[in-house]
Antibody, heavy 113, light 105 residues
Framework: EVQLVESGGGLVQPGRSMKLSCAAS????????MAWVRQAPTKGLEWVAT????????YYRDSVKGRFTISRDNAKSTLYLQMNSLRSEDTATYYC??????WGQGTLVTVSS | IQLTQSPSLLSASVGDRVTLSCKGS??????LAWYQQKLGEAPKLLIY???SLQTGIPSRFSGSGSGTDYTLTISSLQPEDVATYFC????????FGSGTKLEIK
């Protein structure tokens, strides 16, 4: 059974940093590109960042470029999202996904003083 | 590519045939999926590549379309179908529609 389990969310002050993790199991993680998608409270889904299967290519939405870094450790089957200089508008549930069928349950990040 | 979903809110009766629309700002080349999201849950894939039914999804769900215009159809609405439905294109980057909230009348 495919499982994606996010962790690392919580309450953080504006301007601070937070690192999310997503532990994958049940599929060959190293064969898949992966992405982070977020959803602000009561809002729609928003793509955040994508990384290629081997980590050689990364892509970001404009609003997080220069602040967020997506990375992966294929030996540990884990995806990461390092978030720096957090803003109130980054408040959302963050999901990791292989980009189509596999989604985690999400981890809530709240940016507030 | 931007995706525009309509309507934003749809109220229908159990047993009704329901049609949800998704229009892209550019050709999506059939790389279009539909998700169902219930309150407090992660999105669930229903349809991928325009019309391929994901494993385990009831056959009352179907997708169609081409170019910039795509449709999700529920042939006979069931109470458990109450949810928000998002379209999603993966032809050029990754983009989601703003969603259609489906309610039972």
């Amino acid at each position: 059974e495919v499982q994606l389990v996010e962790s690392g969310g919580g309450l953080v002050q504006p301007g601070r940093s937070m690192k999310l993790s997503c532990a994958a199991s049940g599929f060959t993680f190293s064969n898949y590109g992966m992405a982070w998608v977020r959803q602000a409270p009561t809002k729609g889904l928003e793509w955040v960042a994508t990384i290629s299967y081997d980590g050689s290519s990364t892509y970001y939405r404009d609003s997080v470029k220069g602040r967020f870094t997506i990375s992966r450790d294929n030996a540990k089957s884990t995806l990461y999202l390092q978030m720096n200089s957090l803003r109130s508008e980054d408040t959302a549930t963050y999901y990791c996904t292989e980009g189509l069928a596999y989604w985690g349950q999400g981890t809530l990040v709240t940016v507030s003083s | 590519i931007q995706l525009t979903q309509s309507p934003s809110l749809l109220s229908a009766s159990v047993g009704d045939r329901v049609t949800l629309s998704c229009k892209g700002s550019q050709n999506i080349n059939n790389y279009l999926a539909w998700y169902q999201q219930k309150l407090g849950e992660a999105p669930k894939l229903l349809i991928y590549n325009t019309n391929s039914l994901q494993t385990g999804i009831p056959s009352r769900f179907s997708g169609s379309g081409s170019g910039t215009d795509y449709t999700l159809t529920i042939s006979s609405l069931q109470p458990e179908d109450v949810a928000t439905y998002f379209c999603y294109q993966y032809n050029n980057g990754l983009t989601f529609g703003s969603g259609t909230k489906l309610e039972i009348k």
